[in-house]
């Protein structure tokens, strides 16, 4: 199994720290210990490395506390695989493999441990979906968009009741991101529903016109057409 990672670090990471904020609009009125970690996750990704060294400590005093946190552990996971894809874009492999085969690990030990915590699944799904993008098709790549369509669409059915009232920003991108990733698995058909649900719902929106592009080519929009549509800023 290769692993191509070397394009995911100048955009694809950023784009993983700004979509991870779905799943923290989306998720469950219940404390959560994204509140914690998030902005400083989100800056990390961005390439303050400090900040994302604050937010890998705090999942690990936690983690050694409770092995088993699924919020902890999905967080923690995105960490350790973005640091793999820096070893990537620095030419090094060896270095980088095993780092994202522990952070992939600890996402789906997330997701078994918490399946109905939108606030594990989006996290996961967000991530992968970043770093999917950026990778030429291959085995590795379909895999991480298996996982990556599991989540959303698990988080859809989830909320599919009360989906008009989640909010145009999280209903989009939890949208966009199923039709995005059944377009790059090839299920064109599957795709079209989605995106026909997110024109239909989010009417006027930027989320609309990307659902208008797609259709003329039913094919999966350019990496920077697939960023996040919000407010985030790094710090």
């Not at 085995?139 to 009360?162: C, F, I, M, S, T």
Request: net charge neutral.
């Amino acid at each position: 199994m290769k692993l191509n990672l070397t394009t995911t670090a100048r955009a694809a990471w950023f784009l993983a720290a700004a979509g991870l904020l779905l799943g923290q609009v989306a998720a469950a009125e219940t404390p959560r210990f994204d509140h914690v970690v998030r902005n400083d996750f989100f800056a990390g990704f961005a390439g303050n490395a400090d900040a994302l060294d604050r937010a890998m400590a705090a999942c690990e005093k936690v983690l050694a506390e409770n092995p088993n946190h699924p919020e902890a552990l999905v967080w923690h996971g995105a960490g350790v695989y973005f640091r793999a894809g820096q070893h990537f874009m620095k030419g090094e492999p060896d270095k980088g493999m095993p780092l994202a085969a522990k952070g992939l690990a600890e996402m789906d030990k997330a997701v078994a441990l918490a399946p109905d915590n939108i606030g594990v699944r989006i996290p996961r799904g967000a991530a992968l979906a970043a770093a999917a993008r950026s990778m030429p098709a291959n085995p590795y790549r379909d895999g991480l968009l298996v996982r990556v369509l599991d989540d959303h669409l698990h988080a859809y059915e989830l909320q599919k009741a009360k989906l008009d009232q989640i909010g145009d920003h999280p209903r989009g991108e939890l949208l966009f991101a199923i039709g995005d990733t059944y377009s790059r698995l090839g299920k064109q058909d599957e795709a079209a529903d989605f995106f026909d649900k997110l024109a239909a719902m989010n009417p006027g929106s930027v989320y609309a016109q990307r659902a208008a592009k797609w259709r003329e080519s039913r094919a999966p929009l350019p990496l920077a057409e697939t960023r996040c549509v919000g407010c985030h800023v790094a710090r």
